[in-house]
């Protein structure tokens, strides 16, 4: 049997990327010892490479999907979105049972209005059965706060961007899928 693997999406930039970087190395410290690959594009495709195409296979065989979540994400990347809409399509398709949808909120948004109809009524989501609307009812890694509500990944602050972290990995693990879960 295969290992799980994360796929982690991302809009690439100055900020998304250092917390793309950030999760990954955290993630890769860990993953022998639980049983996982990560597939994070800037890691695992190199100059000369058909990125497609290892995108493409990534998402075909991912068990998780974390997205970072940010507005750029949801409007300035077809790259981004297309990574989505396939692991959507993926879950709707297997039942709601893999790729595991899992978000993490890295920018202050409203996840909630960003809703899905339009995407499948231009075909960019096509689905047989249709059954997410709006990104707001997919599983949030978080990260939370101590009250337990969503909040931002403080991207700029050291300490409790690591904590932060922590936090999104002891979730991702607590999610299934991993160590015969």
């Known amino acids: 049997m295969s290992r799980p693997l994360i796929f982690v999406s991302y809009r690439h930039g100055p900020h998304w990327t250092m917390l793309a970087d950030a999760l990954n190395l955290k993630l890769s410290a860990i993953a022998d010892g639980k049983g996982f690959d990560v597939f994070l594009d800037s890691e695992q ?18 068990t998780h999907f974390v997205a970072l979540l940010c507005d750029e994400y949801w409007v300035k ?6 990574e989505l809409f396939e692991a959507v399509k993926r879950f709707e398709e297997s039942g709601k049972t893999e790729p595991r949808l899992l978000f993490v909120l890295a920018a202050e948004m409203k996840p909630e209005l960003l809703k899905l109809d339009s995407a499948r009524q231009r075909g960019a989501l096509l689905s047989n059965d249709p059954q997410l609307k709006a990104l707001g009812d997919i599983n949030f890694l978080g990260p939370f706060d101590n009250t337990y509500r969503l909040e931002s990944l403080a991207w700029n602050k050291g300490k409790r961007l690591d904590k932060q972290l922590m936090q999104l990995i002891e979730r991702l693990l607590a999610s299934g899928g991993f160590d015969g879960r």
Do not use: M, P, T, Y
């Open 45 to 62: 495709i190199r100059a000369g490479h058909d990125w497609k195409a290892a995108v493409d296979d990534a998402l075909a065989r991912c």
């Open 77 to 82: 990347s077809n790259q981004c979105l297309r």
